[in-house]
Structure formats: structure tokens, C-alpha cells
């Protein structure tokens, strides 16, 4: 039996009612190959929040983008260096990512608020984390 494959789509759509999409998301994915086999891993977020005061300002694009650095840097670069054979607490690298962005909106508090959810696949587990309404 051929063993499963991750397959996403990832879309927008900015509502009538705000002149600015609010959105911030992204999927991020990478296939190992070692001699255990073929393993996908893959990063998925989606956030929803507020403008800051200057246009520029984004809760959720800070938020994504945060949480998208500690992951490759703690996840991504670790597993291709040592190509699948890496043992590594993914459910604190979400949590600690999490923390992160809160952290970077917490010091940003002219970016808004967001709320965010994510989905870390690592061959056949899922991890999700959500904060936020």
C-alpha cells in the first residue's frame, strides 16, 4: 500500500466590509528522503486580526511570519541537516512559536490583535494550536 502524501490548497478572500484584508497565512512543505523512507512535514497557518495604526502594521502577518521563523529554525533546518533522523519535540516548537508571536505583538502593540491557528504535520502525526477568539 502506498503510503499517504500531503495535498493542501491554501486561498483568500477579503469581505466587502473592510477596505484591507486582514489575513495572514501560509503552508510551508518539505519532503525527506533517508533510509527510513519518504516523510512529509508540513506548516500550515491561517490568522485573522486587526490593521495596526500605520497601514504597514499587521497583527496576523507578524504573528504568521514569527511563528514560520521558529519553526524553520527549530524544525525545518534541523531535519535537513540530518535528513530524517532528528529527534524533536514538534509539540514544543509549536507551543514555543506560539509564545513567540505573542511575545512580538506583546512588544508591537500597535499592530492589533490576532487570533491564529496552525497545523504542523510531521509524517503521520498532526499538532494543531489555536490562540485567539
Do not use: C, W
Amino acid at each position: 500500500m502506498d503510503k499517504p502524501q500531503l495535498v493542501y490548497g491554501i486561498a483568500t478572500d477579503h469581505t466587502h466590509t473592510r477596505e484591507a484584508n486582514q489575513d495572514a497565512s501560509t503552508a510551508l512543505m518539505m519532503t525527506g528522503v533517508s533510509d527510513s523512507g519518504i516523510q512529509d512535514v508540513g506548516l500550515f497557518i491561517v490568522a485573522d486580526g486587526t490593521v495596526g495604526h500605520n497601514e504597514g502594521e499587521s497583527a496576523p502577518t507578524l504573528a504568521v511570519q514569527t511563528v514560520v521563523q521558529e519553526v524553520v529554525s527549530h524544525l525545518y533546518e534541523p531535519l535537513m541537516q540530518n535528513m530524517g533522523d532528528y529527534d524533536v519535540a514538534v509539540r514544543k516548537i509549536l507551543v514555543d512559536a506560539f509564545l513567540a508571536a505573542n511575545q512580538k505583538l506583546i512588544d508591537n502593540p500597535t499592530y492589533g490583535t490576532t487570533a491564529m491557528t496552525a497545523a504542523l504535520v510531521n509524517g503521520s502525526m498532526a499538532y494543531l494550536a489555536h490562540v485567539g477568539d
